[in-house]
């Protein structure tokens, strides 16, 4: 098994929702909504979150999935709702066949 094998396996296991992965709603405006197996890693950010004076507090998530498994590439800028919780698109990469959405969300 060559590397990138080796990759594409682990994608596997750790989009399963057997494993680490949850049914996750996706949902970004003009697209039908979707259900897909996903990560959302809310503790990946490597800044702190950001807190201003009146109360808002900027959080930074990333959320993993298989590019094959959503029909659509979120942009940066754009809203998306992740199991109802809105966020704001920063950053799309893709990273050994997963699609990686780095989020935003302000909450007060």
């Known amino acids: 098994m060559g590397f990138k094998d080796q990759v594409a396996a682990d994608a596997g296991v750790f989009l399963n929702v057997q494993e ?5 709603l996706i949902s970004v ?5 979707v259900t897909v197996p996903a990560v959302l890693d809310e503790d990946s950010s490597d800044k702190q979150a950001l807190s201003f004076p009146d109360g808002t507090v900027v959080y930074t998530s990333k959320l993993y999935l298989a590019q094959a498994d959503i029909p659509f590439r979120p942009k940066a800028g754009k809203e998306i709702s992740v199991n109802g919780v809105s966020y704001r698109v920063l950053d799309t990469a893709l990273e050994a066949g997963m699609l990686v959405l780095t989020l935003e969300k302000v909450s007060s």
């Open 20 to 24: 680490f992965a949850e049914d996750m």
């Open 29 to 33: 405006a003009g697209e039908a909504p």
